[in-house]
């Protein structure tokens, strides 16, 4: 582990553990400044964090709706071949084990949790479709999928994959761990993965013209109707594509307010505890604060990290 006295970012390499995560909380408080970051190691340190409180936090969020049996989840298991009454015993079992994965990745992250992450939030999205709704909802859950995909590339790209059962902390590995083709790889993937949520969801909204969308812009008041929500998802849909191909900061910002607020309407037009369905859909704003702290990084990158100059 590396001596926190030569991390060369003072005041953050101290504190570890919970204390690390609650500082960490304080300061995400505000964005803007979170994805300012004075050094390599402060670098690692966040963008540690970001990824695995979304994955956490995605799971959490999810796993929340087996665990108090959400009866909508039943048509998504029966066209696997389960019972109606097989598919009420199980669904909270799968709702403990989403919370348990969640809970165990913000203790530490470690290999097999971070691939059964990815596996199973890859798997599950494809049940939508199998059940007769839209396939625009496969994409819509990019963030899902996408960010544990990028948790496995940063740890897998630091060589701290090899053991399926050891705990890590990316933040604590020598800086020189973390290459430029690794963290290009990771941005490869949350820009993919923004991109292509924006797809899916401007498609239910646009093409697919699922009514829920409807339903959130009048709980708040706004009298909107289907041609304008037709819109908005056109407009999501390019945003999608500019993103997933060219991610400019300004835009990546707009995003992450867009999803953060949207995503939000879920208690407004339903129940108190639909916050959860705000909770799960983590990944999708994690994955633009993660995706910004790699920009701002690549674009600000402190002196001492660039190339030296050979003198003429």
């Known amino acids: 582990m590396a001596d926190p006295a030569t991390r060369g970012d003072v005041g953050l390499a ?14 995400i408080l505000n964005p803007f400044g979170y994805v300012q970051v ?55 079992w799968i709702g403990w084990a ?23 939030a890859s798997f599950t999205p494809f049940l939508r479709p199998l059940a007769g709704l839209s396939w625009f909802e496969v994409p819509e859950r990019a963030g899902n999928y996408g960010v544990p995909l990028a948790f496995l590339l940063l740890a897998g790209g630091m060589g701290l994959m090899r053991t399926w059962w050891n705990g890590f902390e990316v933040a604590d590995e020598p800086e020189t761990k973390l290459t430029e083709a690794t963290i290009h790889k990771v941005r490869l993937v949350l820009q993919l993965s923004v991109g292509v949520l924006l797809l899916g969801h401007g498609g239910l909204m646009a093409i697919a013209q699922k009514p829920m969308y409807l339903a959130h812009f009048h ?76 920009l701002y990084y690549l674009a600000r990158r402190p002196p001492a990290e660039e190339p030296a100059r050979s003198e003429a």
Do not use: N
């Open 219 to 294: 709980a708040i008041g706004l009298p909107v109707t289907q041609s304008a929500i037709t819109l908005i998802g056109w407009g999501e849909m390019l945003l999608g594509a500019v993103v997933a191909f060219r991610p400019m900061i300004p835009l990546v910002w707009f995003i992450f307010f867009w999803k953060l607020a949207t995503e939000s309407l879920y208690a407004f037009a339903g129940r108190p505890i639909d916050v959860f369905e705000t909770i799960e859909r983590w990944g999708d704003y994690g994955g633009c604060i993660a995706l910004l702290l790699i």
């Open 98 to 120: 989403d919370v348990l994965l969640g809970v165990l990745v913000i203790a530490k992250p470690r290999s097999f949790l971070l691939w059964k992450a990815f596996l199973w």
């Open 38 to 92: 004075r050094s390599k190691r402060e670098f690692m340190d966040r963008l540690e964090w970001v990824l695995r409180i979304s994955v956490a936090l995605c799971f959490i969020g999810h796993g929340f709706w087996g665990t108090i049996s959400k009866p909508e989840w039943i048509g998504l298991i029966t066209p696997m071949g389960f019972s109606e009454s097989t598919a009420w015993a199980l669904l909270p």
């Open 14 to 27: 101290g504190p570890s553990g919970r204390a690390r995560d609650v500082a960490h909380i304080l300061r």
